[in-house]
Protein backbone atom coordinates (compact mmCIF):
# COMPACT_ATOMS: atom_id res chain seq x y z
CA UNK A 1 0.00 0.00 0.00
CA UNK A 2 1.27 3.68 -0.76
CA UNK A 3 0.58 6.52 1.93
CA UNK A 4 0.39 9.87 0.41
CA UNK A 5 1.04 12.06 3.70
CA UNK A 6 0.48 15.89 3.43
CA UNK A 7 1.44 18.28 5.66
CA UNK A 8 -1.60 21.39 5.77
CA UNK A 9 1.28 23.29 7.47
CA UNK A 10 4.16 23.24 4.73
CA UNK A 11 1.83 22.42 2.16
CA UNK A 12 4.18 19.51 0.54
CA UNK A 13 2.83 15.54 0.23
CA UNK A 14 4.94 12.57 1.26
CA UNK A 15 5.04 9.30 -0.22
CA UNK A 16 5.59 6.05 1.65
CA UNK A 17 5.05 2.79 0.82
CA UNK A 18 4.06 0.25 3.75
CA UNK A 19 3.67 -3.60 3.71
CA UNK A 20 0.64 -5.44 4.14
CA UNK A 21 1.56 -5.96 8.21
CA UNK A 22 2.13 -2.67 8.62
CA UNK A 23 -1.43 -1.76 6.53
CA UNK A 24 -3.41 -3.36 8.89
CA UNK A 25 -3.24 -0.25 11.02
CA UNK A 26 -6.04 1.29 8.79
CA UNK A 27 -7.80 -1.74 7.64
CA UNK A 28 -11.39 -1.24 8.78
CA UNK A 29 -10.77 2.50 9.40
CA UNK A 30 -13.37 4.83 7.54
CA UNK A 31 -12.68 8.02 5.63
CA UNK A 32 -12.28 11.05 8.45
CA UNK A 33 -11.21 8.72 10.78
CA UNK A 34 -7.88 9.15 13.12
CA UNK A 35 -5.26 7.06 13.13
CA UNK A 36 -1.67 6.82 15.10
CA UNK A 37 1.20 6.55 12.65
CA UNK A 38 3.55 5.53 15.43
CA UNK A 39 3.43 1.64 14.48
CA UNK A 40 4.94 2.79 10.82
CA UNK A 41 7.69 4.65 12.46
CA UNK A 42 6.17 8.24 12.45
CA UNK A 43 5.90 8.73 16.53
CA UNK A 44 4.08 11.11 17.51
CA UNK A 45 1.85 11.89 14.48
CA UNK A 46 -1.73 11.04 14.01
CA UNK A 47 -3.22 11.66 10.52
CA UNK A 48 -7.15 11.92 8.96
CA UNK A 49 -8.12 9.49 6.10
CA UNK A 50 -9.18 11.94 3.63
CA UNK A 51 -9.50 9.37 0.79
CA UNK A 52 -7.71 6.94 -1.64
CA UNK A 53 -8.00 4.46 -4.58
CA UNK A 54 -8.33 0.65 -5.06
CA UNK A 55 -5.78 -1.57 -6.79
CA UNK A 56 -7.79 -0.79 -9.87
CA UNK A 57 -8.15 2.88 -9.96
CA UNK A 58 -11.81 3.52 -8.32
CA UNK A 59 -11.82 6.49 -6.11
CA UNK A 60 -13.13 5.49 -2.43
CA UNK A 61 -15.96 8.08 -1.83
CA UNK A 62 -17.01 8.89 1.94
CA UNK A 63 -20.88 8.76 1.35
CA UNK A 64 -20.50 4.94 0.58
CA UNK A 65 -20.51 2.85 3.06
CA UNK A 66 -18.41 -0.61 3.12
CA UNK A 67 -15.23 -1.86 1.27
CA UNK A 68 -16.80 -3.21 -2.11
CA UNK A 69 -17.05 -1.33 -4.99
CA UNK A 70 -20.70 0.41 -6.02
CA UNK A 71 -22.16 1.70 -8.63
CA UNK A 72 -23.73 5.03 -8.08
CA UNK A 73 -25.19 8.12 -9.49
CA UNK A 74 -23.45 11.26 -8.48
CA UNK A 75 -23.20 15.04 -10.11
CA UNK A 76 -19.95 15.86 -8.12
CA UNK A 77 -17.21 14.95 -6.11
CA UNK A 78 -14.87 11.58 -6.00
CA UNK A 79 -15.50 9.80 -8.95
CA UNK A 80 -16.46 12.30 -11.79
CA UNK A 81 -15.14 14.74 -13.13
CA UNK A 82 -16.99 18.39 -14.13
CA UNK A 83 -15.80 18.48 -17.69
CA UNK A 84 -17.80 14.63 -18.26
CA UNK A 85 -21.15 16.79 -17.28
CA UNK A 86 -22.98 18.71 -20.53
CA UNK A 87 -25.77 19.82 -18.19
CA UNK A 88 -26.65 21.85 -15.13
CA UNK A 89 -27.62 19.36 -12.62
CA UNK A 90 -26.86 16.01 -14.58
CA UNK A 91 -25.49 13.02 -12.62
CA UNK A 92 -23.75 10.18 -13.83
CA UNK A 93 -23.99 6.54 -12.67
CA UNK A 94 -20.00 5.89 -11.73
CA UNK A 95 -18.48 3.14 -10.22
CA UNK A 96 -16.42 4.01 -7.20
CA UNK A 97 -15.07 2.04 -4.04
CA UNK A 98 -16.64 2.15 -0.09
CA UNK A 99 -15.31 4.49 2.50
CA UNK A 100 -13.78 1.74 4.51
CA UNK A 101 -10.37 0.60 4.29
CA UNK A 102 -9.28 -2.67 3.22
CA UNK A 103 -5.99 -4.74 1.68
CA UNK A 104 -7.67 -3.77 -1.56
CA UNK A 105 -6.98 0.00 -1.45
CA UNK A 106 -3.43 0.71 -3.42
CA UNK A 107 -3.28 4.42 -2.46
CA UNK A 108 -4.50 5.78 1.23
CA UNK A 109 -4.47 9.91 1.49
CA UNK A 110 -3.62 11.26 4.84
CA UNK A 111 -3.63 14.60 6.45
CA UNK A 112 -1.49 14.95 9.34
CA UNK A 113 -3.53 16.42 12.14
CA UNK A 114 -0.91 16.23 15.33
CA UNK A 115 2.48 16.33 14.56
CA UNK A 116 5.85 14.52 16.12
CA UNK A 117 8.93 15.90 17.68
CA UNK A 118 10.84 14.96 14.08
CA UNK A 119 9.49 17.29 10.92
CA UNK A 120 8.48 15.30 8.19
CA UNK A 121 11.40 16.93 5.96
CA UNK A 122 14.14 15.05 8.31
CA UNK A 123 12.44 12.03 8.29
CA UNK A 124 11.86 11.69 4.14
CA UNK A 125 14.90 13.51 3.20
CA UNK A 126 13.77 16.95 3.10
CA UNK A 127 14.02 17.35 -0.57
CA UNK A 128 12.28 19.88 -3.01
CA UNK A 129 8.44 19.01 -3.59
CA UNK A 130 7.64 15.47 -3.09
CA UNK A 131 9.66 13.78 -1.26
CA UNK A 132 10.22 9.85 -1.67
CA UNK A 133 10.78 7.03 1.21
CA UNK A 134 10.49 3.76 1.52
Do not use: C
Not at 38 to 44: A, D, M, N, Q, V
Not at 94 to 123: F, H, M, P, S, Y
Amino acid sequence: MKLVISDPKTGKAYQKEISDEEAQIFVGKKIGDEVDLSPIGLSGYVAVIRGGTDKDGFPMRPDVHGTGRKSVLIGSGPGIRKKQLKYKGERRRKTVRGNTVDLDIAQLNLKIVKEGKQKLEEIFGGGEGEAQAS
